[in-house]
């Protein structure tokens, strides 16, 4: 005999105060339907029993995982492209909840951990040395320097020719404004800086190397 099997229940997995419930309705429907019905609601109410007791061994590992994984960030020892892993993989288990506990625990939003892949496919450097280099207009998903990364470019006009060089820790709204005030470029190339020093001496010295027409003509 199974626990819980309809067709010959074991009544001793009840609750006290689920007994006249069942009596009730063995009365009221008859011996043979009576007995059927309330055999069969008493294996749904154990399911449903296992059910809430799985959930909540299941919260309880994904709570301590999360608060392991923020443990680890906090001290260096994972970054966020092993946290996007770990995120996407909680995320198809589509469990109740888990943005909160993950938020809870860990410094990274759930948001910006669903998204980081994606963002780091657009602002990882695509070009030689740690640089990005690109055609303007920027296309959408295009490789790029991200927000508040600061970085020395250059601009080249249609002759593919160097024309302009400068600095920026606001890449794309840096080159729209230079679209927007005339200039003609067709395709860049940006350099990270580690530092403002760093970027001075870099712009410097690839002034003095391109000797761009457009930061002649406005130097004049």
């Given at each position: 005999?199974?626990?819980?099997?309809?067709?010959?229940?074991?009544?001793?997995?009840?609750?006290?105060?689920?007994?006249?419930?069942?009596?009730?309705?063995?009365?009221?429907?008859?011996?043979?339907l009576g007995e059927s019905t309330a055999s069969t609601l008493q294996?749904?109410?154990?399911?449903?029993?296992?059910?809430?007791?799985?959930?909540?061994?299941?919260?309880?590992?994904?709570?301590?995982?999360?608060?392991?994984?923020?443990?680890?960030?906090?001290?260096?020892e994972i970054g966020m492209d092993e946290l996007a892993e770990v995120h996407s993989a909680l995320n198809e288990l589509k469990s109740v909840g888990r943005a909160t506990r993950w938020n809870s625990n860990i410094d990274v939003a759930w948001a910006k951990a669903a998204h980081w892949k994606r963002y780091v496919a657009r602002y990882r450097p695509n070009g030689p040395a740690g640089s990005w280099i690109g055609d303007w207009p920027l296309t959408q998903g295009a490789s790029r320097p991200g927000p508040r990364v600061p970085v020395v470019y250059?601009?080249?006009?249609?002759?593919?020719?160097?024309?302009y060089v400068g600095s920026t820790d606001q890449f794309a709204p840096r080159l729209n404004a230079h679209d927007k005030d005339g200039k003609r470029f067709v395709r860049w190339q940006a350099?990270?800086?580690?530092?403002?020093?760093?970027?001075?001496?870099?712009?410097?010295?690839?002034?003095?190397?391109?000797?761009?027409?457009?930061?002649?003509?406005?130097?004049?």
């Open positions: 005999m199974h626990e819980g099997d309809a067709s010959c229940p074991d009544r001793s997995y009840l609750h006290a105060s689920e007994k006249p419930m069942y009596d009730s309705i063995r009365e009221a429907l008859g011996p043979e294996h749904i109410a154990l399911i449903k029993r296992r059910e809430e007791k799985l959930k909540a061994a299941r919260e309880a590992a994904e709570l301590q995982l999360v608060h392991r994984l923020g443990a680890a960030h906090r001290n260096g250059v601009l080249f006009g249609p002759s593919n020719e160097p024309c350099h990270p800086a580690r530092d403002r020093e760093h970027a001075y001496l870099m712009e410097d010295r690839l002034l003095r190397e391109h000797k761009p027409h457009l930061n002649r003509k406005a130097s004049r």
